[in-house]
């Protein structure tokens, strides 16, 4: 695991190291899970979380410009995490806003998203980008709402041309896992 702390409140762009090692890491085997932790200036425990291993993908890592010449390490390019890419599922808190989460919630949580790991990096970032998509609904949502999303997934997929079919793959996958549920015909609700 990896420890991010800082005093301060929860932002959705956390800095971290070198973009290229960053990138060798979460396509390695060993990526490792990352804790955030932010404090008070009372070094008060505000917010604790976990973000798995498995929700992390390249697109979420972000490269910085490259220090400038003047620069003791002149050319060194580092990266910043955009949690704002990671769904909701994939942010376990342990401590929220002061307050401890009950053990057999966060063991439940991060549990629920553990059939990530099986999947090949290629499936689990569109299983990921579907997520991020419902996570943007209402609890009850449609295909059709899904479908809104079409153009955002081309520009992340441009090689892929069947977007509603991959849209309509991925629902099942979320289905099967007990992350959404099949309401009827085209309608969902989500399970989290």
Not at 41 to 47: A, D, I
Not at 131 to 144: N, V
Not at 165 to 191: A, P, T
């Amino acid at each position: 695991y990896e420890l991010k702390s800082k005093k301060s409140k929860l932002s959705n762009i956390i800095n971290d190291g070198a973009y290229k090692t960053m990138i060798e890491r979460i396509n390695s085997e060993d990526n490792p899970n990352f804790f955030l932790l932010t404090y008070s200036k009372e070094l008060t425990v505000n917010n604790f979380l976990i973000i798995p291993k498995h929700f992390f993908k390249p697109d979420i890592i972000v490269k910085r410009k490259p220090l400038p010449a003047t620069a003791k390490r002149a050319g060194w390019v580092g990266c910043n995490i955009d949690l704002r890419q990671i769904p909701e599922s994939g942010r376990v808190f342990l401590v929220k806003n002061q307050q401890v989460i009950p053990r057999d919630d966060v063991t439940q949580q991060f549990q629920k998203t553990l059939f990530l790991r099986e999947q090949t990096t290629a499936s689990r970032g569109w299983t990921l980008d579907i997520w991020k998509c419902i996570d943007r609904l209402d609890t009850h949502f449609s295909l059709k709402q899904v479908y809104a999303f079409t153009d955002e997934l081309k520009l992340k997929h441009p090689e892929n041309n069947y977007i509603p079919d991959k849209i309509r793959q991925q629902l099942q996958v979320l289905r099967d896992k007990g992350i959404i549920e099949f309401v009827s015909r085209g309608h969902y609700r989500k399970l989290y």
